[in-house]
């Protein structure tokens, strides 16, 4: 698997996803997002991967050590002027699977926000299902201010976690939180200092990799469905996941370890 933009690592169970284009502080590009569709196909496929963690690069620099998440679409490729309005409708389309595909991904993201997250890098975060940040980190959507417009499923997804007029406040005026703040109006889970934040989400991480992998498959699917369903439809779709766990061998080992009062584990099956 090569990768131009994209660093790849592992711990344990967890997947460690970093964006990786430190010299413009990890601005989107074309071979960003192709490089992130490879990188979750192959985790998806990975069984004995069982969360995912996506956070920014930290480099060194004559200035000290920086550290972004991502500074959003890399504006100096948009202002060259290369692209057709097809290659625009291209772009644009490709930047929206991937953000599906994150919002859509099976097993749980954790996004560690641990600099700047602008533009196309809060839409990324906000297709997780947790969002941790440094203290120091910031996040925001400027899109608006330069006249263009949100994606990434921001509109549907923000007023969802923060409420509609807190999402017309931070979509309209393109207002910028730092991680307590986030965690304020309830848009991150928790704020740590940012030499604190890959332990909070590893720690995370693993805890939810010890839990059944096929019932978070459908406890995050159901979850993200259900605003946009009736009760009767949610009833049944919870129905249908609860017999289908029941079915796996997972189930009877999270019965087992309940009266052995053990541990259980989990594989998946």
Request: hydrophobic share 45%; proline share 4%; charged share 25%.
């Amino acid at each position: 698997m090569v990768l131009e933009t994209v660093l790849v690592d592992r711990d344990d169970s967890v997947g460690i996803i970093r964006l990786n284009r430190p010299e413009r502080m990890n601005a989107v590009i074309e071979q960003m997002y192709l490089d992130l569709q490879t990188v979750l196909a192959e985790v998806r496929n990975d069984a004995s991967i069982r969360a995912v963690i996506l956070t920014g690069t930290v480099w060194k620099r004559a200035d000290g050590e920086k550290q972004a998440f991502c500074a959003g679409a890399d504006l100096k490729k948009h202002a060259s002027g290369d692209r057709t309005p097809w290659q625009k409708r291209e772009y644009i389309f490709l930047a929206h699977e991937t953000t599906r595909r994150i919002y859509e991904f099976p097993k749980p993201v954790i996004v560690a926000v641990n600099g700047p997250a602008r533009g196309a890098g809060t839409e990324m975060a906000l297709n997780g299902d947790f969002l941790l940040m440094a203290d120091t980190a910031t996040i925001g959507l400027p899109e608006i201010g330069l006249a263009t417009f949100v994606g990434g499923g921001v509109t549907s997804h923000l007023p969802g976690v923060v409420g509609m007029m807190k999402a017309k406040e931070l979509i309209y005026t393109g207002k910028v939180l730092n991680g307590p703040e986030a965690v304020e109006i309830g848009l991150a889970l928790r704020s740590v200092p940012v030499e604190q934040l890959m332990l909070e989400a590893l720690a995370l991480a693993k805890k939810l990799s010890e839990q059944a992998p096929i019932s978070i498959g459908f406890a995050k699917k159901l979850i993200q469905q259900a605003p946009h369903r009736d009760l009767e439809t949610v009833l049944l779709a919870e129905s249908e996941a609860i017999l289908a766990c029941m079915n796996t061998e997972d189930w009877h080992e999270g019965i087992a370890s309940f009266t052995e009062k053990r541990k259980p584990q989990f594989k998946g099956r």
